[in-house]
T-cell receptor, first 114, second 113 residues
Framework: EAQVTQNPRYLITVTGKKLTVTCSQN?????MSWYRQDPGLGLRQIYY???????DKGDVPEGYKVSRKEKRNFPLILESPSPNQTSLYFC?????????????FGNGTRLTVT | GENVEQHPSTLSVQEGDSAVIKCTYS??????FPWYKQELGKRPQLIID?????GEKKDQRIAVTLNKTAKHFSLHITETQPEDSAVYFC????????????FGTGTRLTIIP
């Protein structure tokens, strides 16, 4: 089944404890992206990647890191999480083509930082 | 960069009535406008999209209209049903060299039985 898989689905951590949220897609998509969803703010892009070893900042990159060593994986790293990073996170992927192929989302990761 | 505004933030309609959600965008280079539906506790999923060379697109009870001159686009849902209750997001994307989708802030649609 074609899908974007995120892990974990739920995560509770403490301030300053490094964590990684994994994202993997099996559709051979070049483009991958991370969004955070907060009430009243919609979906805001954190980082994106156009292909392997190519990453760039989105609208809210502060406090986050990403890497794209393989085409299928795009982990989100919080080196020193803070309470304002408590949010619902979505990984998404799509083809980069002229036809505007749809963005496929993972199931989300609900992160709580205390 | 692109800025997408979405209204209303909440909308309640009687079952069987129509619902309309409106979005405006700022970047005249945007040429792709998808709509996503997010049911409670689930991921956003594409329900319909429109490209800048088309003024209107329909898919059964759902339609999207685009006015490039005014830089706004709208989602229309007719004969609403309880399963239409969800949060709806509009989005806009600029030309092919920039893959970023900018989302609106979402509309929580509630269908009243």
């Amino acid at each position: 089944e074609a899908q974007v898989t995120q892990n974990p689905r739920y995560l509770i951590t403490v301030t300053g404890k490094k964590l990684t949220v994994t994202c993997s897609q099996n559709m051979n998509h070049e483009y991958m992206s991370w969004y955070r969803q907060d009430p009243g703010l919609g979906l805001r892009q954190i980082y994106y990647s156009m292909n392997v070893e190519v990453t760039d900042k989105g609208d809210v990159p502060e406090g986050y890191k990403v890497s794209r060593k393989e085409k299928r994986n795009f982990p989100l790293i919080l080196e020193s999480p803070s309470p304002n990073q408590t949010s619902l996170y979505f990984c998404a992927s799509r083809f980069t083509d002229s036809g505007n192929s749809p963005l496929h989302f993972g199931n989300g990761t609900r992160l709580t930082v205390t | 960069g692109e800025n997408v505004e979405q209204h209303p933030s909440t909308l309640s309609v009687q079952e069987g009535d129509s619902a309309v959600i409106k979005c405006t965008y700022s970047d005249s280079a945007s040429n792709y406008f998808p709509w996503y539906k997010q049911e409670l506790g689930k991921r956003p999923q594409l329900i319909i999209d429109i490209r800048s060379n088309v003024g209107e697109k329909k898919d059964q009870r759902i339609a999207v209209t685009l006015n490039k001159t005014a830089k706004h686009f709208s989602l229309h849902i007719t004969e609403t049903q309880p399963e239409d209750s969800a949060v709806y997001f509009c989005a806009a994307k600029a030309d092919f060299g920039n893959e970023k989708l900018t989302f609106g802030t979402g509309t929580r649609l509630t269908i009243i039985p």
